[in-house]
């Protein structure tokens, strides 16, 4: 799966100018959905999210939800100095829409190790 994420990431980038890398806007990526040959770029992923319904796939959205909680705790630390609101992030009550038993079980210790994830150091 690692090298579908760099390719994936490499179709998100654009070249302006030779060496000046940027991310796609937003509307450029919408836009580019357009084409099916770059939806094809972004294979697996629009797939894996179509239709996507958390009790059908629980150890997606446990995945989803943890990197949910990253993002948000990135704007908690970065994103308020430049005008981001914080918010909440309700980590167990968006586990518990996957309504597996596996993962209602141990609740607690999916909730710890997702808020842990982001006091890791690299």
Not at 36 to 63: G, Q
Not at 73 to 88: L, N, P, W
Not at 93 to 107: N, T, Y
Request: hydrophobic share 40%; with cysteine.
């Amino acid at each position: 799966m690692s090298d579908r994420l760099a390719a994936v990431a490499d179709a998100l980038v654009q070249s302006p100018q030779p060496g000046n890398d940027t991310v796609l806007r937003f509307g450029d990526f919408e836009l580019s959905f357009t084409d099916p040959a770059f939806v094809d770029r972004l294979a697996p992923f629009p797939r894996m999210l179509d239709k996507f319904n958390p009790v059908k796939k629980p150890i997606l959205w446990l995945r989803l939800v943890c990197f949910g909680y990253i993002c948000n705790e990135f704007i908690r630390s970065e994103g308020e100095a430049v005008g981001f609101e914080v918010r909440d992030f309700p980590v167990r009550e968006l586990l518990r829409k996957a309504q597996d038993p596996h993962i209602e079980k141990s609740l607690e210790q999916y909730e710890r190790a997702i808020k842990e994830v982001c006091e890791t150091k690299l």
